[in-house]
């Protein structure tokens, strides 16, 4: 049995030591926000703070994480309140999104370290690869949400992450239900 804290919570897995990590947050936690890539380390998208150490899940068994400390991007902020998340979609550096959890990991650990970073340590803070190619965009996230950190600058605040399925029918008419007879 492997234990560790995911997100603030004490978690047990009753799964093979050697299991990645990546699966046992995905599958057992269902902690669906890390992302499977390339599962050998290149590409970024399973990024996991490990002891305030941004980790690629895919490479780390949870033999190897008993004990530590995980967070998740689903522990990063519930509701997407988090500098970088607020920057990333402020300078609409998002595409498609599935690696964004992960580049999300890595530029929070890098702004604990260093909340005013250069050009030159973002580059080399974040490995992750974006197949949408929104770099740039992405670097001018990282340095707001180094602003906004610093309480230096506001970010009006992004959307909330759900809507009541109420207010979802109200202002999509497609949404709405409409009573079916029981089925038998």
Known sequence: MTKMTVNNRPVQYLLDPETPLLFALREASNLTGTKFGCGTGDCGACMVLIDGVPLRSCLVSIAEAEGRVITTIEGLSR?????????????????????????????????????????????????????????????????????VAARAEVIDAAPPPAIAPEEAARDVPALRTTTAPPRD
């Not at 309140?81 to 609409?92: C, G, K, N, Y």
């Not at 599935?98 to 005013?116: H, M, Q, R, V």
């Open 79 to 147: 509701d997407r309140s988090h500098p970088v998340q607020q920057a990333l979609v402020a300078e609409q550096a998002i595409q498609c999104g599935f690696c964004t959890p992960g580049i999300a990991i890595a530029a929070a650990a890098l702004l604990e370290d260093n909340p005013s970073p250069s050009r030159e340590q973002i580059d080399a803070a974040i490995p992750n690869l974006c197949r949408c190619g929104v770099y740039p965009r992405l670097v001018r996230a990282i340095e707001r949400a180094g602003r």
